[in-house]
């Protein structure tokens, strides 16, 4: 149990174009979920918190027009990079909380790599 | 600022030994420490946690130690196997809520057949 999916797993785009990842919590409720970003070889770097039926809370730095996050059901999060330019590129990871769970036991997506041109 | 890091960028290790990956904190403050598992191109995997209330805490095969005097936190693995070959990253929540957690800058972990 407690899986988490991601959509898509890989995108690649011309810059100027906006680009959605979908965030699923296949088999429980997810009150709370976090995006990541991860460039390579370095440490996943939080840049929102996302609770079901509010506005997401944004780490200092990120731009939250450019990264939209919408979490419209307890199942399910979706990040839209907007405008997306090449610097965007990276690996944005989601994970959820479930709900009722241990507060430290976040369930990782796979990830979805986004390259843009 | 507050942040959390690593001694040993990486690790090789013998199959069938004991892996050691440490990691130092300076949150004092910080309720709870969770190491994650990360294979190439995966998300990370939840292996093991312990609250600063605790020294050790062991899991399957795994072991975490705490030492808050020194603010230092390592994972130990057991008979390492191949399939343990991952980055590990060591993390803590400030207040064990659900809130955010912090990662640290990992640790590659070779396993060496």
């Known amino acids: 149990g407690a899986v988490v999916s991601q959509h898509p797993s890989r995108v690649i785009c011309k810059s100027g174009t906006s680009v959605k990842i979908e965030c699923r919590s296949l088999d429980f409720q997810a009150t709370t979920m976090f995006w990541y970003r991860q460039f390579p070889k370095q440490s996943l770097m939080l840049m929102a918190t996302s609770n079901e039926g509010s506005k997401a809370t944004y780490e200092q730095g990120v731009e939250k027009d450019k990264f939209l996050i919408n979490h419209a059901s307890l199942t399910l999060s979706t990040l839209t990079v907007a405008s997306a330019h090449p610097e965007d590129s990276s690996f944005y990871i989601c994970?959820?909380?479930?709900?009722?769970?241990?507060?430290?036991?976040?369930?990782f997506g796979p990830g979805t790599r986004l390259t843009v041109l | 600022g507050e942040s959390v890091g690593l001694h040993l960028p990486t690790l090789s290790v013998q199959e069938g030994d004991n892996s050691i990956i440490n990691c130092a904190y300076s949150n004092s403050a910080s309720d709870y420490f969770i190491w994650y598992k990360q294979e190439s191109g995966k998300g990370p995997q939840f292996i093991i946690d312990i609250r600063s209330n605790m020294d050790k805490r062991q899991g399957q095969r795994v072991t975490v130690l705490l030492n808050k005097t020194v603010k230092h936190l390592s994972l130990q693995i057991a008979a390492t196997q191949p399939g343990d070959s991952a980055v590990y990253f060591c993390a803590e929540n400030p207040s064990g809520g659900y809130q955010k957690v912090t990662f640290g800058t990992g640790t590659k972990l070779q396993v060496i057949p």
């Open positions: 994970s959820a909380l479930r709900a009722g769970g241990r507060p430290n036991e976040q369930f």
